[in-house]
């Protein structure tokens, strides 16, 4: 179920997103977004402090989220994927379900490591593993229940 095609009645053909490719573009685009926000200085604090990783960088997305260097790649990649991925149905959904399963793990790891630890190398404070929590949860769902209005379409 990739992208649906439509044959207007002048006869152009036009492009159709399913609601999973959709939510995956969209998903992509606020992952591209933030990555290139964690180096705007104003919406990053103390963006004169950004390290490559590790804890020591005292850079804060919004002031809130712990931001490096390494981080903002990771966004900017896991936008750059969601945006590519979403080009198919099968892709959008692999990108939700996958990238939602990499947050929960890294929820998962930065609940369980030292904050002011060197194995904190991303870095993550609670801020951040909260929004993990909630994004890794949130990109699974869309892409179950999302799937399974799919699945429904094609009976």
Not at 62 to 89: D, P, Y
Not at 126 to 135: M, P
């Amino acid at each position: 179920m990739d992208t649906i095609h439509t044959r207007h009645s002048h006869g152009a053909r036009t492009a159709r997103r399913s609601p999973m490719q959709t939510a995956s573009l969209v998903v992509g685009v606020v992952f591209l977004v933030v990555g290139v926000l964690g180096f705007v200085p104003g919406v990053t604090s103390n963006v004169d402090q950004l390290q490559f990783a590790g804890h020591q960088s005292d850079a804060m997305l919004l002031g809130v989220f712990e931001v490096s260097v390494l981080h903002n790649i990771v966004h900017l990649l896991f936008g750059v994927a969601g945006i590519a991925l979403a080009r198919t149905w099968q892709g959008a959904r692999s990108f939700l379900l996958g990238g939602g399963a990499v947050y929960l793990v890294l929820w998962l790891y930065g609940m369980l490591i030292g904050h002011d630890t060197a194995a904190n190398f991303v870095p993550l404070n609670s801020a951040d593993n909260w929004l993990h929590l909630l994004l890794g949860a949130g990109m699974i769902a869309l892409g179950l229940l999302l799937g399974r209005r799919a699945v429904t379409e094609r009976l």
